[in-house]
C-alpha cells in the first residue's frame, strides 16, 4: 500500500537508484523509528530487496522508501532526504513532528 503521509526528495530518489545500480539489482531503503539514542527515538535506514507484508510505500521517480505503520505515526508529514555534505553522506529525516533532535540528526524527541 502506497501512502502519502510520507514523501522522498528526489536525492533520495536519484540515490536509492545509484545504489542499486551498484549493487546490480533494485533495492528499496526500509525507514523505522525505534526507542533510544540521545533524545528518545532514533531513525533506523535498511536497504532491502522486498516489501514486508505490512510495509507501506512512499514512492518518487521509481524509487521506493518502506515503512512500518507504528513508525509512520511518528513520521507523519515527514520527508525522506539524501545529503552529500562535507561532514558525510547520509539519508535524513526532515520531521515536523519531532520537538527536538541531537546534533547528528539520528535521533529526536516528541
Known sequence: ???P????????ARRIHAIGAQEGRPIMLRVAVEGGGCSGFQYQFD?????GPDDLRVER???????????LALLKGSEIDFVDELAGAE?????????????????FSI
Open 91 to 107: 539519508f535524513r529525516v526532515r520531521n515536523p513532528n519531532a520537538k527536538s533532535s541531537c546534533g547528528c540528526g539520528v535521533s
Open 61 to 71: 521517480d521509481g524509487a521506493a522508501a518502506l515503512v512500518d505503520v507504528v513508525s
Open 5 to 12: 503521509d510520507l514523501t522522498l526528495s528526489p536525492a533520495a
Open 1 to 3: 500500500m502506497t501512502t
Open 47 to 51: 536497504l532491502v530487496d522486498q516489501a
